[in-house]
């Protein structure tokens, strides 16, 4: 009983985690819900402990754990290959800004060189960066 007792506590405190985590907007819905879910199915889990056990009979699975370290191994790659889509789309996005803000500069930097102010030495380049 006591096994069971720590896996409630444990997966309350991770459900408890994921909610303050959304509460206070570091961490986005879309990933929160996955960890919902995984924290739920741990608590149902609990609740029908026979549950594992007759699922994992049902796809063929000879001894339970194998089912759920399947389970958690499918979950973990499919949450690596989802971050590394978002961080190949992310770093997409970087460069064209990227790209972007340089086209930007150039312009701004033609416009300052062709302006007559530019001709008397009264302006200052807006693209220096700032000193420290």
């Known amino acids: ?10 997966a309350v405190f991770v459900l ?5 985590l959304l509460r206070r907007r570091q961490l986005k819905e879309k990933y929160a819900a996955l960890w919902l879910l995984v924290g739920l199915g741990v608590l149902v889990l ?21 089912f759920l370290f399947f389970v958690a ?4 790659l499919g949450v690596t290959v989802h ?3 978002e961080l190949s789309r992310v770093e997409e996005e970087t460069r064209e800004l990227a790209e972007e803000i340089a086209i930007l500069r150039m312009r701004l930097d033609e416009l300052t060189a062709a302006s007559p102010a530019a001709s008397d030495g009264s302006a200052t380049s807006a693209t220096a960066p700032p000193s420290h």
């Open 1 to 10: 009983m006591s096994d069971r007792l720590t896996a409630a506590v444990g």
């Open 16 to 20: 408890g985690l994921i909610l303050e």
């Open 46 to 66: 609990l609740v029908a402990p026979g549950l594992l056990t007759t699922v994992s009979e049902a796809l063929g699975f000879e001894v339970p754990s194998n």
């Open 73 to 76: 191994l499918t979950l973990l």
């Open 83 to 85: 971050l590394s889509w």
